[in-house]
């Protein structure tokens, strides 16, 4: 696997031209942060564009030293039960599964361990199934990490089945990138997708949850392994981070949209970016401006493809990002750690350079 993904400085210089000081610089930082972008994502980059959006999402930048903010803006530690299992939502059980991933988001919000740490994924599941068990308010398990489907085939059947027989589980959500950053992963195993297919039928309804955030990610073969797994009796739904400069211009949002749904892909969520240590400079948007450019969005969209919901994902919980009037921010819990809150809809006074709310 790592044999084909761009990992080292010498590996990108064979992509782009890096100054003595840049490598320097991007050296320090994959040092905290590793690299990896996938050969067929590096072929989707514009390596002539220094702001092209598809390298700011794979490389890194001189932004990720700037420390302000959080590795942890969701409070993942309070919600953890057992290594590798969170419990935050009622109906919701997280399980991480690996600290890999095809790609390394330089904007991901597990920061702190992707490439990086193992420490809050998975070593009992004994402890963990014994929980799921317990906990009959849970209906579904998030499989996550990192990327599930970067473990081998046979580690995730063994983890499927293990979830198979829990009767109030109603289904299991696996989130990936894959299909838009390494499709050959799944159009390329008929061994995954064959098991995916029996388990989903006549196991538990499998929902994958993918992350397309430019419609340039949206290909052939990207449409090709959305369709095996649609084909399959899987449901794909979308979640993307709105970005600087990377979507946060409306048009291209609302292409990405509309793109997703065209493959069939239901648009899920947008995310506000979290204000988390060596992304929050470089990526995040202020919340006034993203209410303004969610707005337009959707006047752009029709029916289907303005299904997404605009949230953060917040510590005391999903919030509903509806809309702003002047310096007035509108909120709704859609998810509440605090039960009696599910629903409440707030307001905040925020200026137009705050991007998160506290507590
Ligand atoms: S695929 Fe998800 S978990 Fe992995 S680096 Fe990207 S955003 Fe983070």
């Known amino acids: 696997m790592d044999r084909d993904r761009i990992r080292t400085i010498e590996e990108l210089e064979k992509r782009t031209h890096l100054t003595p000081s840049e490598k320097r610089e991007l050296s320090s930082i994959i040092a905290h942060h590793p690299m990896a972008v996938t050969e067929y994502y590096a072929n989707l980059i ?3 564009d220094p702001d092209d959006p598809l390298r700011k999402m794979a490389i890194p930048s001189i932004e990720e030293h700037e420390l302000e903010g959080s590795f942890d803006t969701s409070g993942e530690q309070d919600n953890t039960k057992y290594r590798g299992l969170q419990h935050k939502y009622a109906q919701t059980g997280l399980v991480l599964m690996t600290n890999s991933c095809w790609l390394h988001c330089r904007y991901c919000f597990r920061k702190r361990l992707v490439g990086v740490s193992v420490d809050e994924i998975v070593h009992d599941w004994s402890e963990i199934l014994q929980y799921l068990r317990r906990h009959t ?61 029996q388990y989903s039928s006549k196991k538990k309804r499998l ?14 073969q990207s449409s090709d392994a959305v369709n095996r797994l649609t084909d399959s009796r ?33 648009p899920y969520y947008i995310f506000q970016c979290r204000p988390v240590r060596r992304v929050k400079s470089g990526f995040q948007v202020p ?52 039960q009696t809150r599910v629903n409440e809809v707030f307001l905040r006074k925020l200026d137009q350079d705050t991007g998160w709310i506290d507590p």
């Open 46 to 48: 514009d390596w002539d």
């Open 137 to 197: 308010e849970i209906t579904n398990v998030l499989l996550s990490g990192g990327d599930p489907l970067t473990l081998p085939t046979s580690r995730i059947v063994d983890s499927l089945e293990k979830l198979a027989d829990i009767p109030h589980l109603n289904f299991v959500r696996i989130g990936t990138r894959a299909p838009v950053v390494h499709p050959s992963r799944i159009t390329e195993d008929e061994e995954l997708v064959k098991f995916m297919r």
């Open 207 to 220: 929902y994958i949850i993918t992350h397309f955030n430019h419609p340039r990610e949206i290909t052939p």
């Open 234 to 266: 899987m449901a794909v739904i979308n979640q993307t981070v709105l970005l600087r400069g990377i979507n946060d211009d409306p048009a291209v949002l609302a292409e990405l949209q509309s793109g997703i749904s065209k493959i069939g892909v239901a």
């Open 287 to 338: 919340l006034r401006e993203a209410c303004k450019i969610i707005e337009e969005t959707r006047s752009m969209l029709d029916g289907i493809a303005k299904r997404f919901r605009f949230v953060m994902s917040h510590e005391t919980g999903k919030i509903e990002i509806l809309g702003s009037r002047g310096t007035r921010v509108y909120f709704r819990y859609h998810q509440s750690k605090d």
